[in-house]
C-alpha cells in the first residue's frame, strides 16, 4: 500500500510540475525576446563605438 501512495504522490508531481512548464512558456518566450533586443542593442552599441574609435584613430596619422 505505501508503494501505491508513493506512485500516485510521484505521479501527481509530475503532473504539477508539468503544468507549471505549460503555463511559464509564454513567460519564456518573452524572455528570449527581450534578451534577444538586449542583445542586438549591446552589440549595435559596441560596433558604433568600434567605428568612432577607428575613426579618430584614422584622424590622428
Do not use: N, Q, T, Y
Not at 20 to 44: D, W
Request: positive net charge; without cysteine; aromatic residues 18%.
Amino acid at each position: 500500500m505505501k508503494e501505491f501512495f508513493i506512485g500516485i504522490v510521484f505521479l501527481i508531481l509530475v503532473g504539477v510540475l508539468a503544468s507549471l512548464g505549460f503555463l511559464l512558456f509564454p513567460l519564456l518566450l518573452l524572455i528570449a525576446f527581450v534578451l534577444r533586443f538586449v542583445l542586438s542593442a549591446v552589440i549595435l552599441l559596441f560596433f558604433i563605438w568600434l567605428l568612432g574609435k577607428l575613426i579618430l584613430f584614422l584622424s590622428k596619422k
